[in-house]
């Protein structure tokens, strides 16, 4: 059999053509595809989800004001919560015990201090009033609410009654089911705001664009507005306040009523909306929030922001950013080629060693090309399961090249000795126990890491992991298979 027919029999053989199928899938699911750069020249772009170390972003170290084991992770669910709702998909966020006291660590790659900053400094509290005012007339007065008769009296500037209670300004009462704070005493008014809708009132954060939206609203000035779908129960509390509130009118064709929507995050009142007339009594599930910002950007990162709080809800304690680290993006890229640099050279490296073991360039190929679809293998799959690629995982992708090219080795050599008198098939077959026993041993070692780990350990584990398995169960068979053809 001539040498090219060789070849042309085991490119059809099925362990080959399932390899190359599974490298040529892995491609595709690495996706890359080139892309103008800011220097004008090519740049290469996959889907290959780059970690911190590769992609640049921000490192933060937080303390909460309660910090226990348990307030932190809490703290760490909402968080992994509000920051994927604000579209942050590569974070990672772990406990870290320092002399006692429980801090968060906290990665967000392809991010910016401002953004982290901006989710973090907000605990999250998130509540919605409707002020209702009662006028005085020689200290006393009546507020209707769900159309009972409420009697108030003025008492002093800081205290009033209402019935036979006495509260004092920023007290809270209930009225009606609705908790009222009293928020302001004069001689001639009281007004007492009632909470209609909280944090935990919020069933869905409506984000596409037919619930939200940003408009321009004058030379410098945005304003966005999204929907939210509550609770039964907060619009039944919404309905008994604006039942017996007075309609005002504003221009042509344009009614409100006499009281509006305040909304607060964290104690601070961010905005107020008017309530047209003819939600008057209504039980409004679906309420607007709304806000602005000085630039377009400025008001969608405010909506995404306010969208991602009233998703993940409030913190279980407010948080101190104690030291934060940005790591550029040009610096990213310098670790990412550096890295990949490292991956290169581990080959060449092992090819050179081989190659002074083997002399035999028909061996050291086969044995590069595998491990370059290893390669292939565990960044496609990483790529497939968006399963994040950092330095740890790196040095996972080396040590499989490098556990690889052991099994390789072993084979070989087992293929090639001829003191014994078995077949070629069974010298192979006893390669094999010798991998699998190898890998079943790696794999066993790194399984603890990959459960338990934390961090980087467990992106060395996975691809450690993925590289064992993927030469153990598509590249190795392939192996064997062009050395049985070798050695023939």
């Given at each position: 059999m001539s040498a090219d027919s060789k070849w042309i029999r085991l490119l059809k053989e099925p362990r080959i053509i399932f390899t190359l199928l599974i490298i040529l899938g892995a491609i595709a699911a690495i996706g890359p595809r080139a892309y103008p750069g800011d220097s004008g020249t090519m740049e290469l772009e996959t889907s290959i989800v780059k970690g911190l170390d590769l992609q640049g972003?921000?490192?933060?170290?937080?303390?909460?004001?309660?910090?226990?084991?348990?307030?932190?992770?809490?703290?760490?669910?909402?968080?992994?919560?509000?920051?994927?709702a604000f579209g942050l998909q590569e974070t990672k966020l772990r406990p870290i015990n320092i002399e006692g006291d429980w801090y968060i660590e906290i990665e967000l790659a392809g991010s910016?201090?401002?953004?982290?900053?901006?989710?973090?400094?907000?605990?999250?509290?998130?509540?919605?009033?409707?002020?209702?005012?009662?006028?005085?007339?020689?200290?006393?007065?009546?507020?209707?609410?769900?159309?009972?008769?409420?009697?108030i009296e003025r008492i002093d500037e800081n205290t009033i009654k209402i019935e036979n209670n006495v509260f004092s300004l920023d007290e809270i009462t209930v009225i009606e089911d609705i908790n009222f704070t009293v928020s302001n005493i004069t001689e001639d008014e009281v007004v007492l705001s009632g909470l209609i809708y909280q944090g935990k009132d919020m069933l869905q954060v409506f984000k596409d664009a037919q619930h939200s939206s940003v408009?321009?609203?004058?030379?410098?000035?945005?304003?966005?507005?999204?929907?939210?779908l509550t609770t039964t129960e907060s619009a039944s509390r919404f309905a008994k306040i604006t039942k017996d509130a007075r309609i005002i009118s504003?221009?042509?064709g344009n009614a409100y009523l006499d009281a509006e929507i305040e909304l607060y995050l964290d104690d601070n009142m961010t905005d107020s909306l008017k309530i047209s007339s003819g939600l008057r009594g209504q039980q409004l599930t679906t309420p607007q929030i709304s806000g602005g910002g000085n630039t377009q950007k400025d008001a969608v990162d405010q909506m995404k922001t306010l969208q991602s709080i009233l998703e993940s809800g409030a913190l279980p304690s407010k948080i101190t950013v104690v030291q934060v680290n940005d790591i550029s993006p040009t610096l990213g890229k310098e670790f990412m080629n550096a890295s990949f640099f490292a991956i290169?050279?581990?080959?060449?490296?092992v090819a050179f060693v081989v190659f002074i073991r083997y002399r035999d360039p028909k061996i050291v190929l086969p044995m590069i090309?595998?491990?370059?679809?290893?390669?292939?293998?565990i960044l496609g799959f990483a790529a497939l399961v968006k399963w994040t690629i950092d330095l740890p995982s790196i040095a996972g992708i080396v040590a499989a090249i490098g556990s690889g090219i052991d099994h390789q080795i072993v084979i070989t050599d087992e293929s090639g000795r001829k003191k014994e008198e078995l077949s070629l098939t069974k010298k192979?077959?006893?390669?094999?126990?010798?991998?699998?026993?190898?890998?079943?041993?790696?794999?066993?070692?790194?399984?603890?890491?990959?459960?338990?780990?934390?961090?980087?350990?467990?992106?060395?584990?996975?691809?450690?992991?993925?590289?064992?398995?993927?030469?153990?169960?598509?590249?190795?068979?392939?192996?064997?298979?062009?050395?049985?053809y070798l050695r023939k």
């Open positions: 972003g921000v490192r933060a170290l937080v303390l909460p004001d309660e910090p226990s084991k348990a307030i932190v992770d809490e703290a760490i669910t909402v968080l992994n919560t509000r920051l994927s910016t201090e401002e953004e982290l900053t901006g989710l973090l400094e907000k605990q999250g509290k998130f509540e919605a009033y409707i002020p209702r005012t009662t006028t005085l007339d020689d200290d006393k007065g009546t507020l209707v609410i769900d159309g009972k008769t409420h009697t408009q321009r609203v004058g030379a410098e000035n945005y304003r966005f507005e999204f929907e939210v504003e221009g042509i290169f050279l581990a080959i060449i490296a090309l595998t491990s370059t679809g290893e390669i292939l293998i192979l077959s006893r390669a094999f126990f010798i991998i699998m026993a190898s890998a079943a041993t790696t794999i066993a070692a790194m399984i603890p890491l990959l459960s338990v780990g934390a961090g980087g350990v467990k992106g060395f584990a996975f691809t450690t992991i993925i590289g064992v398995l993927a030469g153990v169960l598509i590249t190795r068979p392939a192996f064997a298979k062009v050395i049985e």
